[in-house]
Nanobody
């Protein structure tokens, strides 16, 4: 059974940084796309960033230049470094695995989410 566990969320001020981590069990990230998605209250879940097995990355326009996705294959971890956070970044953030780029419907595995709240 595949499980993804996110950590690193919290409440911060505008301009602050957070680093999210995703630790899987029963799954190895190294060869497949892994991604981060977010869902704000009343909105659909949207793709934030994704990375494939050879390190190719893709980002939503709203986070380009501020967020960085990375993976540690040795530790089997997926990360999302979030800098210059804005109130609009407030959402539940989800780790996802075994999909394609930022296409939400293609991902097979999801974590339970970690809350990020940014106040102005």
């Amino acid at each position: 059974q595949v499980r993804l566990m996110e950590s690193g969320g919290g409440s911060v001020q505008s301009g602050d940084s957070l680093r999210l981590s995703c630790a899987p069990s029963g799954y190895t990230f190294s060869s497949y796309w892994g991604g981060w998605f977010r869902q704000a209250p009343g909105k659909e879940r949207e793709g934030v960033a994704a990375i494939n097995g050879i390190g190719f990355t893709t980002y939503a326009d709203s986070v380009k230049g501020r967020f960085t996705i990375s993976r540690d294959n040795a530790a089997n971890r997926l990360y999302l470094q979030m800098d210059s956070l804005k109130p609009d970044d407030t959402a539940m953030y989800y780790c996802a695995a075994d999909g394609i780029r930022l296409s939400r419907a293609t991902y097979d595995y999801w974590g339970q989410g970690t809350q990020v709240t940014v106040s102005s």
